[in-house]
């Protein structure tokens, strides 16, 4: 009762609080939210101070935020999100109907993520031992906005397969589900891949192939094992791919939930950007309970039992040489670009093609590819990593509180970090910064859920049980079993979120809000060289290889993080 109170209070504060900063943006913001909604309405009306007074007094502005806070609270209570200042339309049909374009996109894009996570993981779940993973970790930092633009660019202009904006019909949903659900197949597939040659390397499961048990069926066994550490990142990743899908409903003119919310808080429209903001919490935290249950249902009376064992951590690993190339690849052309100029112009080799010039082209300014991207690595790499470091850091301590922390943990997952990051930018201004902190105020809950799960299954434990009863402190079982058990695995996660939390950082750039040009950071290189990708790929190609080339390096030296700890099953 006492833990189910404790969340209750920890969700309804955080969630009051989000509620409250997004009631406070066009406040926080410092912008005349007036002047913002007249240029909404029409860009052509002159800013008078007669037309922004008629404004202010038509929606009471002039009553203060916090007045309009309460007005907006005491609605919510009779069902009522209000009208859209912008448009007039009711936000809460707005909302519903957003939010059913972005359930659809959802359920298509992860139905794509299942197949390509068990294409991922069908090689080890047959052979029965693990890779190193680096290629799924390759798919999963395939930037969602480039994938969504070449696909736009091949099967839809180039080929005409497909329709490339709108929202009509089944066939609006393929290409964008096909750009969200690749990287997030790919990580999920990874993960999975991950657990399984531990399980396999269990004693029952060389019991059951000695009692003849057929292979299926020993696969079937083994995929119940690792799946319920594993439940909440799909659950999480589900509510990734609803409410971050922000630059591909973008590039495809999606009428989703997450563009929906873009557009609102840019225009400063708040009513429908508190809707479609509580519309995303909502969401999130649903799946997140439901992820919750499905996974106690799946460990069944084991956890309740102490009747659980664990098996050790045996991550795949390449040969040193691999994430040697590598690193060496990586290292040579960010050195290489760092001994040119990122900001040179030369206006005659405008999209020139790789030339031992410019020996990647040259960008839409005629700026030097290479240059750009070794400039550039510092501050993406860099405050990726600071990032990811971070997450780890904060999901390890929260682990070991997961009842005070799983409401705020979903609500923290629910968000998207563009939204995040307009809160941000509207305090301290879009830089890399405000970007950094945005994706590191978002980023913990996948850790954080990972960690908890473990930390859980690591106290059901009959080993631990068996170490209590012999006398052993509290204190010596959580330095020598618990804390180690549930480290090493997730600074594996956390490396291999690495090349994800870049691309986040890429996204925020993408939408104006990370770092600014003329920057060489790689999300804006993306950005930058997206409306001329048709004529000049290699522009694109050059920081979406780089992030490629992080990813593989990230998986190569997650399996080298840590010393595989000692099965517990076992008791050694």
């Known amino acids: ?61 002039d009553a203060g935020p916090l007045s309009l806070l309460g007005g907006w609270a005491t609605g919510l209570v009779r069902g009522d999100l209000g009208t859209s200042w912008v448009s007039g339309t009711d936000v809460l049909s707005s909302v519903a109907g957003a939010l059913r374009v972005s359930l659809g996109l959802m359920g298509a894009a992860l139905a794509v993520a299942l197949v390509v996570a068990a294409a991922v993981a069908a090689p080890v779940l047959v052979r029965g031992r693990g890779t190193a993973g680096a290629f799924a970790a390759m798919l999963a930092a395939v930037p969602e906005f480039l994938l969504a633009t070449v696909g736009l660019l091949v099967a839809g202009v180039w080929l005409g397969l497909l329709p490339t904006s709108g929202w009509q019909g089944p066939a609006n949903l393929v290409l964008p589900a096909v750009a969200l659900g690749v990287p997030a197949g790919g990580l999920l597939g990874r993960l999975v891949a991950d657990a399984l040659p531990a399980v396999f390397a269990e004693r029952w499961v060389e019991l059951w192939r000695g009692a003849g048990v057929p292979r299926v069926r020993i696969a079937h ?54 809707g479609s903001v509580l519309a995303l919490l909502a969401l999130g935290l649903a799946i997140g309970a439901s992820a919750a249950l499905g996974r106690r249902r799946l460990l069944g009376p084991g956890l309740r039992n102490a009747g659980l064992t664990l098996p050790a951590a045996r991550p795949a690993r390449l040969a040193p040489a691999v994430p040697a190339v590598l690193a060496a690849v990586l290292v040579a052309v960010v050195g290489w670009g760092l001994l040119r100029d990122p900001y040179a112009v030369d206006t005659a080799a ?45 999901a390890v301590t929260l682990g070991f509180a997961p009842n005070v922390t799983s409401g705020l943990s979903d ?31 978002i980023s913990w809950p996948p850790l954080a859920g990972h960690a908890a799960a473990l930390t859980e299954e690591v106290r059901a434990s009959g080993f631990l049980l068996a170490q209590r009863a012999i006398g052993a402190a509290p204190g010596w079982i959580l330095w020598r079993h618990v804390l180690p058990s549930v480290a090493a695995p997730v600074a594996r996660h956390a ?48 920081p979406a290889g780089a992030l490629a080339l992080l990813a593989g390096l990230a998986v190569s030296l997650s399996s080298y993080t840590g010393t595989n700890r000692k099965e517990l099953s076992h008791g050694h």
């Open 221 to 274: 066994a083994v995929l119940r094992r690792v799946t319920p550490p594993l439940v909440p990142q799909f659950g999480m990743v589900a509510v990734g791919l609803t409410g971050g899908a922000v630059a591909v409903e973008t590039v495809f003119a999606v009428p989703g939930i997450g563009r929906t919310s873009l557009g609102a808080a840019k225009s400063l429209d708040l009513p429908l950007l508190q």
């Open 1 to 61: 009762m006492r833990a189910g109170a404790t969340r209750a209070a920890g969700l309804t504060g955080a969630l009051a609080t989000v509620l409250t900063v997004v009631g406070l943006l066009p406040w926080l913001s410092g912008r005349d939210p007036a002047l913002a909604l007249l240029r909404a309405r029409s860009a052509e009306q002159e800013a008078t101070p007669e037309a922004l007074d008629a404004i202010r007094a038509d929606l009471g502005l």
């Open 495 to 542: 490396v291999l979120r690495l090349p994800g939390t870049a691309l986040a950082l890429a996204s925020l750039g993408f939408l104006g809000l990370g770092a600014q040009p003329p920057a060489p950071e790689w999300g804006l290189l993306l950005d930058e060289s997206r409306s001329y990708v048709e004529r000049a790929p290699w522009a694109a190609l050059a």
């Open 411 to 441: 609500i923290a997952n629910a968000l998207p970090p563009v939204i995040v990051g307009l809160l941000l930018a509207a305090v301290l201004g879009p830089g890399t910064g405000g970007a950094a902190l945005a994706v590191a105020l």
């Open 350 to 394: 405008r999209l020139a093609p790789p030339s031992p010039g410019h020996p990647l082209g040259a960008d839409g300014l005629g700026r030097d590819v290479l240059a750009r991207l070794g400039h550039g690595a510092a501050a993406t790499v860099g405050t990726a990593t600071a990032v990811c470091a971070l997450s780890w850091l904060l």
